[in-house]
């Protein structure tokens, strides 16, 4: 397993994880230069499509600068995918026994999901200190994570899940959210008519830390 720490300093320096759900490999590689070119180059690619996993391959290929990861990962066959691809790293929107083994004894960054107090016990058991809160604004968003970082002080966060583009500033002010992620980066209506400038504009505007 690579340490948690390493992938602690890759959110950190992300600060902003695009969680992108593509429908159509043509529109991967544009999506993630409009993304890249407004600074946003940590990009989380989910598994929720069947063409998730070659649009991934696909912007590595193409996006010089992309940084490009796996998402909805929630098996040990589908971490090997991640590997396999050559893929950064690997989020996943929680965590079995049987996927936190497997991610401890794999080479990709991995962060685990967790909603519960018990759960992050059982991510930090396995040396995962850097864990994926979701669905974070309905397990309480800013709170839930002040509140964990009480008993937890050495966990760090990447809070994904009803987060918008105005709240994304309150989670990141706070001392143990290392990075959030979130949809609102490219919205499919956007994706779908190519609006490659509204999203780059987007990008642009959260990375310099002002809200709409």
């Known amino acids: 397993m690579t340490t948690s720490v390493d992938i602690a300093d890759l959110l950190r320096a992300a600060r902003i994880v695009p969680v992108l759900t593509i429908q159509d490999v043509a ?56 590997e396999a691809i050559g893929a950064t790293f690997a989020f996943s929107p929680g965590a079995t026994p049987d996927l936190l083994d497997a991610a401890a004894e794999a080479a990709i960054l991995f962060v685990p999901g967790i909603a519960t107090a018990s759960e992050l016990m059982a ?24 509140a964990l970082g009480g008993p937890f002080p050495e966990a760090r966060f990447c809070p994904t899940g009803g987060i918008s583009e105005k709240k994304a500033l309150d989670y990141l002010a706070l ?38």
């Open 27 to 82: 529109t991967a590689v544009p999506l993630a230069s409009a993304l890249v070119a407004g600074g946003v180059r940590t990009l989380e690619v989910t598994l929720r499509t069947p063409v998730g996993a070659k649009a991934a391959e696909a912007i590595m290929a193409a996006v010089p600068g992309a940084i490009v990861g796996l998402g909805t990962v929630l098996t040990r066959r589908d971490l090997e995918l991640a």
């Open 123 to 146: 991510a930090m058991t396995r040396g995962f200190t850097t864990v994926k809160l979701f669905p974070a604004a309905q397990l309480g968003g800013t709170e839930a994570l002040k």
């Open 175 to 212: 001392p143990n959210v290392v990075a959030v992620g979130g949809s609102w980066l490219a919205p499919s209506a956007e994706v779908a008519a190519g609006n490659w400038t509204a999203i780059e504009a987007r990008a642009r505007r959260a990375m310099s830390g002002t809200s709409p």
